[in-house]
């Protein structure tokens, strides 16, 4: 894989709530209900196309897999008051190992990863290098 000038990112959710597998399943959803200004600010500098991990959260903590970001960011419909923003993502690829969270933490390269530093982001950039570590971990090729 090489770098294509594209940003990379990490989106969470709990899998109780939406899974990977949900996504999979209904193949797009609207990213929405992301109430915090940084990861907000993440979503509006989504470009189309650009792949996110996809994290499980709260239960699992380990990225699964792979999606698109098929629509750039609009107003969030779910938000009843202020300036919040969605996206559209569709499954890309699911992970051919699950990364936990635990082996994140202890990787050399993934020391400053988003979700290390600051865990309770549910939007973050990853480096090319960090997304291309994440994927030889959980044994996926794109």
Not at 51 to 58: D, E, R, T
Not at 132 to 137: D, E, G, R, V, Y
Request: a negative charge; aromatic letters at 10%.
């Amino acid at each position: 894989m090489e770098n294509n000038g594209k940003s990379y990112w990490l989106v969470k959710s709990e899998p109780d709530t939406f899974s990977f597998d949900d996504l999979v399943r209904d193949k797009l959803t609207r990213w929405d209900g992301v109430r915090n200004y940084q990861a907000r600010n993440n979503l509006r500098a989504m470009q189309l196309d650009e792949l996110c991990l996809f994290y499980h959260s709260n239960i699992g903590l380990e990225v699964v897999g792979v999606a698109r970001v098929v629509r750039t960011h609009y107003p969030d419909p779910t938000a009843e008051k202020g300036d919040w923003s969605c996206v559209d993502l569709a499954p890309y690829k699911t992970f051919e190992r699950p990364v936990p969270l635990t082996e994140i933490k202890s990787h050399p390269d993934l020391q400053n990863i988003a979700l290390v530093r600051n865990g309770r982001l549910s939007v973050m950039p990853l480096t090319f290098d960090e997304f291309s570590t994440l994927l030889q971990l959980g044994e996926t090729q794109l």
